[in-house]
């Protein structure tokens, strides 16, 4: 099989393949280089949004974008793969927006908050609340990482089933997104045993590397010609 080089079905998977790179790169670099420069293990997480309220901001708005590329990723591969099977398709869509208004509402809970403690910032009680929410950030999103793993999985077999990716790449793609499905359940039921650094890795570093991988060849490889819309 070879790409199709029409230009319609050229744009659809190169807007996929970037999408599949921000909705990795974009949560990642918003938690590394911004919150979790608030997380204090003294307990100062709210004193540290109160002296960087512009940095905390941002983090807001990346929040929003994030949701914004869900839904695009969602409808996107919904537009490319409905065609395979519209009940799977729309079943992982789905899931995929349940994912983006869990993501929108963890942004709202950081806004809402952020106004509050502005209003009372020497409320001990806000303040320890503000600690809790952010400093928990990556335990709040094992609900919204369920439905990402599961919506993702479907896609990836329906990338299978098609065959407009390579056959092995699909794979990885469920095998991956699996792993993450199991590992937000682990995060929710196990807590203690989610935060094992092998747990951690297992559940993480496969994702990343297939995202990473189906991004480029989106970008740069396109899909194969059975693929309609």
């Not at 393949?17 to 997480?45: D, H, Y």
């Not at 929108?104 to 320890?128: A, S």
């Not at 991988?213 to 309609?228: A, E, R």
Request: aromatic fraction near 12%; hydrophobic fraction near 55%.
């Amino acid at each position: 099989m070879q790409t199709i080089r029409h230009n319609p079905i050229i744009k659809v998977s190169r807007v996929t393949g970037i999408l599949f790179l921000l909705s990795l790169l974009v949560p990642v670099f918003n938690w590394m280089l911004i919150l979790s420069l608030f997380v204090s293990q003294e307990g100062n997480t709210s004193l540290n949004i109160l002296s960087n309220e512009l940095l905390f901001r941002f983090n807001i708005v990346n929040g929003i974008f994030t949701t914004i590329i869900i839904l695009a990723l969602a409808l996107y591969l919904y537009k490319i793969l409905r065609a395979v099977n519209r009940n799977l398709a729309l079943m992982a869509l789905s899931f995929k927006m349940i994912e983006a208004v869990l993501t929108g509402t963890l942004t709202l809970g950081h806004y809402i908050t952020f106004l509050v403690l502005k209003e009372d910032p020497q409320n001990i009680e806000l303040q320890n609340a503000t600690n809790l929410i952010i400093e928990k950030y990556v335990l709040l999103t094992a609900i919204p990482g369920v439905f990402f793993g599961l919506s993702m999985m479907i896609y990836s077999y329906l990338f299978l089933k098609s065959r407009s990716v390579p056959r092995k790449l699909a794979f990885f793609g469920i095998v991956s997104y699996s792993l993450v499905a199991i590992y937000d359940i682990l995060t929710i039921l196990l807590p203690d045993f989610a935060v094992l650094l092998p747990v951690q890795i297992t559940g993480s570093v496969p994702v990343c590397l297939f995202q990473i991988t189906i991004g480029l060849w989106l970008l740069f490889k396109g899909i194969k010609h059975n693929t309609t819309f």
